[in-house]
């Protein structure tokens, strides 16, 4: 499986972006997929996840404000972001797990290169 993220960019504080992952190489309908980001000289941390049945995660700094979903059609998983803050700045990727056990929350099969947001204040 391979993992395109895009849709970073630079924005203002209060601003909003929507980042896009797509997936080839196989189907990932029944794959849990998730965001994680990471700040400069800061480790990689979760953000959000959706499962097969369509439940949300949501790390508690950006519930009310992120929003993940998925578009199985289209093999694809996006992150709507609201409000963004500075706090917000990273290199953005997204992930994708197998039906399987899992070990930690960053336990991930397959990872996407990353895309930039910059938020300015």
């Known amino acids: 499986v391979q993992l395109q993220a895009s849709g970073g960019g630079l924005v203002q504080a209060g601003g909003s972006l929507t980042l896009s992952c797509v997936a080839s190489?196989?189907?990932?309908?029944?794959?849990?997929m998730g965001w994680f980001r990471q700040a400069p000289g800061k480790e990689r941390e979760f953000v959000s996840r959706v499962i097969l049945s369509g439940i949300t995660v949501y790390t508690d700094s950006v519930k009310g404000r992120f929003t993940i979903s998925r578009d199985n059609a289209k093999n694809t998983v996006y992150l709507q972001m609201s409000d963004l803050r500075p706090e917000d700045t990273g290199v953005y990727f997204c992930?994708?797990?197998?039906?399987?056990?899992?070990?930690?929350?960053?336990?991930?099969?397959?990872w996407g290169q990353g895309t930039l947001v910059t938020v300015s204040s």
């Open positions: 190489g196989r189907t990932v309908n029944t794959y849990t």
């Open positions: 992930a994708a797990r197998r039906p399987r056990p899992v070990t930690s929350i960053m336990d991930y099969d397959y």
